[in-house]
């Protein structure tokens, strides 16, 4: 990567370690580069091994910038000379080290003295990832302990489905959790852009409830204000809790891609998808679960309160809403058969509540008193996901398992 565009004439610093997609989002931003590429497989498995680029703003490349790139490509690889490369010692290429002034700017943005003197015992769960030690690093040499598994970097990530710091892929780390040692778990994905939480009891904090946490930490707990943005798959609560305090809120397809532009358009205080990414005015306008992670540890460390009870708290304003998401594996091509069936779909009740409204925002999202379902088609894997959250627990399968009807995959 490095060789080809120093070979169309630019010049390229070229990191000397894996680092977080974050730190080199930073790096953008501190040197003033014109973009940035991350080559990385994010929270798939190593297989789907892709390209992330980075505009000069350090964020996700919006759908327009993609779109650009991607009209290129023919002309490009149809060229009579062939992509150019420059050799790997070209002076055009230069190396260095992304963590350092990364972690500068995490300093900068966390009072992280005051989480490393709260005396808190911390767990976390890099996943054997590119953010390995540097939570550790951040937080260590104070009455505050840390403890971190899956620390040594390992592409194949061993025992887990995907590197993805959701429910089903952290049983190691919860059941650690669970041994009562600990009073909150932080676990990011391979390329640290995403953030899980665990409460003290080894309990998954759902992506859900731990973006309205961060919300009801910035607005609530730091006083600060600005409007929020959200994906169509994140929680309702964030909107509830905008609402409590008087900032703005909006929604938008999935994607950082989308949110981050918004971001920035809005002066955003923060943005976040279902996915575990989210991003923060003041660093980048894009994921970052490192910071994410460091957030949540000062919340509990300026609070007192262990990440259940700060839960409480938070439903106390928007009461409790309950979230589950499915993913199937679809047959390679038949993606379109899917799409023609959903887009066929015309449900007038879910789980036996009635329908009150629907949109296409991101994929086909259905509306009952209670909460939502949204199906939706991956655009990375041939994978359907269907969502939920609700206010009554009891519905969460029921109206999934009617999601599995109207898409055509129940079995």
Excluded: C
Aim: proline share 7%.
């Amino acid at each position: 990567m490095a060789r080809v565009l120093a070979g169309n004439g630019f010049q390229v610093q070229l990191a000397t370690r894996p680092a977080p997609t974050p730190a080199l989002s930073w790096r953008i931003i501190e040197v003033g580069a014109a973009g940035g590429v991350v080559v990385t497989s994010s929270h798939n498995p190593y297989h789907w091994n892709g390209i992330k680029v980075k505009p000069h703003y350090g964020g996700s490349a919006s759908p327009e910038i993609v779109a650009d790139i991607e009209r290129r490509v023919p002309d490009i690889l149809a060229a009579a000379d062939g992509v150019r490369q420059a050799p790997a010692n070209s002076p055009a290429i230069t190396s260095f080290d992304p963590v350092p002034g990364y972690l500068g700017t995490l300093r900068r943005q966390v009072d992280v003295e005051r989480i490393k003197a709260a005396g808190l015992r911390i767990a976390l769960d890099p996943m054997y990832g590119a953010g390995a030690g540097l939570l550790t690093e951040l937080i260590s040499g104070g009455a505050t302990t840390v403890t971190e598994i899956h620390a040594e970097r390992n592409p194949a990530f061993p025992g887990i489905r995907a590197p993805e710091p959701i429910e089903s892929n952290l049983g190691e780390f919860m059941a650690l959790m669970a041994s009562g040692d600990f009073d909150a778990g932080i676990a990011n994905d391979g390329d640290a852009d995403r953030v899980g939480f665990v409460d003290e009891h080894g309990g998954y904090i759902d992506q859900l409830r731990t973006f309205a946490l961060l919300v009801n930490y910035m607005l609530g707990n730091r006083g600060l204000r600005g409007p929020i943005v959200k994906s169509v798959t994140t929680s309702n609560m964030a909107t509830l809790l905008a609402r409590h305090y008087g900032v703005p809120s909006f929604e938008t397809p999935v994607g950082f891609k989308h949110i981050g532009p918004l971001m920035m358009q809005e002066d955003a205080l923060i943005g976040g998808e279902e996915s575990g990414g989210y991003g923060f005015r003041g660093h980048l306008p894009e994921r970052d679960g490192i910071l994410a992670g460091l957030f949540l540890l000062d919340y509990v460390a300026a609070t007192g309160k262990k990440p259940s009870q700060l839960l409480e708290e938070m439903f106390a304003i928007t009461g409790p809403h309950f979230y589950e998401r499915l993913d199937f594996d679809l047959e390679p091509g038949t993606n379109a058969a899917v799409k023609a069936r959903l887009d066929a779909a015309a449900p007038t009740e879910i789980a036996g509540r009635s329908i009150v409204s629907s949109d296409r925002t991101d994929g086909w999202r259905f509306f009952i008193p209670e909460g939502w379902l949204l199906l939706r088609l991956s655009g990375t894997e041939p994978l359907l996901r269907i969502y939920t959250e609700v206010t009554d627990e009891s519905l969460v399968k029921p109206v999934l398992e009617a999601g599995k009807v109207i898409a055509g995959v129940a079995r």
